[in-house]
């Protein structure tokens, strides 16, 4: 009987000490409950922001109304020199085909539509591209999505994708 249970509890050390080494050599990223993918590390001078596609209909307040989505998308984003209506061929209605300025700098949103960039300060233009296509939208002064970066600081900027949205009044 003496012989029993100290083989039990010879055995249940053996499994406690299998236990801890099998959790310890699991690397973090392979637990399952450490799924959530980490937000990109914020620059300290440049722009951050999120990525939104929307679909459907959008009151004047841009609550959507009708069946529709909005929600944050994994995109390539690029920073443009300051460009304007007359610097892009277009490509359809809500795309650009052709940009004749120079690319700064590119960064892609993660799957919730997250982004950021260091950039110098300046002002650039924004562009995603969207289904191997250039996306954006045009000021009332007819810039391309102009940001402004200013020193040692970030400037937040969220990207519309609406192409597919209606607005109503």
Do not use: W
Not at 91 to 101: C, E, L, R
Request: aromatic content about 10%.
């Amino acid at each position: 009987m003496n012989s029993l249970i100290h083989c039990l509890k010879t055995h249940n050390l053996y499994f406690i000490f299998l236990a801890v080494v099998l959790f310890a050599s699991c690397k973090e990223s392979q637990l399952p409950f450490n799924a959530v993918e980490a937000d990109p590390a914020e620059p300290k001078q440049g722009i951050k922001g999120k990525v939104i596609y929307k679909e459907g209909t959008f009151d004047n307040r841009d609550n959507l109304i009708s069946n529709g989505t909005v929600v944050g998308v994994s995109r390539k984003i690029y920073f443009y020199e300051l460009t304007g209506l007359q610097q892009v061929e277009l490509d359809g209605n809500s795309f650009i085909g052709t940009i004749h300025t120079d690319i700064i700098d590119s960064t892609k949103s993660d799957k919730s539509g997250k982004y950021a960039g260091t950039l110098k300060p300046g002002i650039y233009s924004v562009v995603i591209e969207e289904n191997e296509r250039l996306y954006t939208h045009v000021s009332d002064d007819g810039l391309i999505l102009p940001v402004q970066v200013f020193k040692d600081s970030v400037t937040t900027l969220n990207v519309y994708i609406d192409y597919k949205a209606k607005y109503s009044e």
